[in-house]
């Protein structure tokens, strides 16, 4: 590691990538910040959280299903994806699939013959948004699970839904699998090795095979890793690069890691493997009647928002759609305000546009300048190079520290405890892993 004084002579430009760096695709999902999670199945009408598999599909039935009013409201917050659980635990699917009688196509819905996949998918796209699906490798309906035949179906489940429904962004493995569950009338425990039965290098193949722009999830990536905790924020040191760990120091696999080594990720790591913050709007992850006055606020949010995307990171918010098949009245008006929030704040750069080069940038202002939050990028393609900084301030003649943090990587948010007024800013990297490639320093002032 180069330990930097403050002198921009250190700091020549930077050529040559350093350790790992991003891939296209994840570049593009780098840009996203901040989009939606819808957790809708059987359970939404069950009142369950987990679905035990051996749920009668005609419950499902969302008489006023509108696809184009889930996605707007995910839109108003400034969302620019959303993620269908399109089966969970349960093993219910809500596609029309071939493979189980589990489906929409057995519920009262439309009918049998309705495919809510099929509908988010086009309005998501009618409202420029990306679509990405959440497959559950669990599988508590199906008589297979625990066998070798049920990779098999799984797979096959996951070729539908890469096929059949135009561009997907993301594919999302969820890490909770076996246990208790129907199993076709089994009612048994079925208890799998969570490193081999899934064969994941396959699956993965299958979906860089039929989606190779798409981003792959799950605790071990291999595009996104899992923060490690479902309350949506990444530590304050956050390095985009990650060599996940089992549990017991071998090899990890989805549901098999460290989750704490998650929040960090690995400093060097041999990986670019960005952290997705997944956390609900709500306690739970589906709707519940008894939670409608429990949602977040528009500054809770904001505040998941500075610790997930400000930290390097992507803030998923899971909004469940209520029984009628829309996002409740309380979800949408907090997302509402929670966006309005975001566009103010971020609204104007405060700070000019100068070149980014040196270890130490210092950036005029017109005029005395009032702020309180700070917004930096590294150039990612040449990977994620800095160790630790500082922020000054000039003030009465003379630099003032004001803030002082580690990693930046794709983009980091600075929020100060008071306000800061001043002529002029100063960035000095004090310790860096090669030559600082600094993209951006912006400044804001926070809506109030």
């Excluded at 993620?83 to 071939?98: R, S, V």
């Excluded at 549901?255 to 690995?266: A, S």
């Amino acid at each position: 590691m180069l330990a930097l004084p403050a002198c921009a002579a250190l700091g020549a430009p930077a050529q040559r990538p350093y350790g790992a760096v991003p891939s296209a695709r994840q570049l593009q999902w780098h840009k996203l910040e901040f989009y939606g999670f819808l957790h809708f199945t059987v359970n939404t009408f069950t009142d369950k959280e987990w679905g035990y598999g051996d749920e009668d599909p005609s419950i499902f039935n969302p008489s006023e299903f509108d696809a184009g009013a889930i996605v707007a409201a995910l839109k108003a917050a400034g969302m620019r994806q959303v993620i269908l659980t399109c089966k969970h635990h349960d093993g219910f699917c809500l596609w029309p699939t071939k493979t189980t009688e589990h489906s929409v196509a057995k519920s009262a819905w439309r009918g049998g013959q309705g495919d809510v996949v099929k509908e988010l998918r086009e309005a998501a796209r009618a409202q420029g948004l990306k679509f990405g699906v959440y497959l559950s490798p669990w599988d508590r309906n199906s008589a297979l699970y625990g066998k070798p035949e049920y990779v098999d179906l799984y797979r096959a489940q996951l070729r539908e839904l890469l096929t059949q429904y135009g561009p997907i962004s993301e594919v999302w493995h969820d890490g909770a699998n076996g246990g208790d569950g129907y199993y076709g009338g089994a009612r048994e425990k079925r208890v799998i090795d969570k490193r081999t039965y899934y064969g994941w290098p396959r699956t993965w193949d299958l979906v860089r095979a039929l989606q190779p722009d798409a981003v792959i999830f799950s605790d071990v990536g291999p595009d996104l890793r899992w923060v490690g905790n479902e309350k949506g924020y990444a530590a304050e040191t956050c390095w985009e690069t990650y060599d996940p760990i089992g549990p017991d120091g071998g090899a990890p696999a989805p549901g098999f890691t460290q989750d704490k080594l998650g929040q960090t990720g690995t400093r060097g790591g041999s990986r670019w493997m960005p952290p997705e913050c997944d956390v609900s709007i709500r306690p739970g992850w589906f709707w519940h009647a008894a939670e409608n006055d429990k949602v977040k606020s528009p500054r809770e949010l904001l505040d998941l928002y500075y610790r997930s995307f400000g930290r390097g990171g992507a803030l998923l918010l899971n909004v469940p759609p209520d029984r009628r098949g829309l996002l409740h009245e309380r979800d949408v008006e907090s997302l509402a305000s929670f966006g309005k929030l975001i566009r103010e704040t971020f609204r104007e750069n405060l700070a000019p546009e100068i070149p980014m080069k040196g270890s130490e940038i210092v950036v005029p202002l017109s005029g005395e300048t009032t702020f309180n939050v700070v917004r930096l990028r590294e150039e990612i393609e040449l990977g994620q190079r800095v160790d630790a900084f500082e922020l000054d301030a000039w003030k009465g003649g003379a630099w003032e520290t004001f803030a002082h943090a580690t990693s930046i990587g794709a983009c980091r948010l600075i929020r100060t405890p008071a306000d800061v007024t001043t002529t002029k800013v100063r960035l000095r990297v004090v310790a860096a892993a090669a030559s600082p490639a600094l993209s951006e320093l912006a400044l804001f002032r926070e809506a109030m």
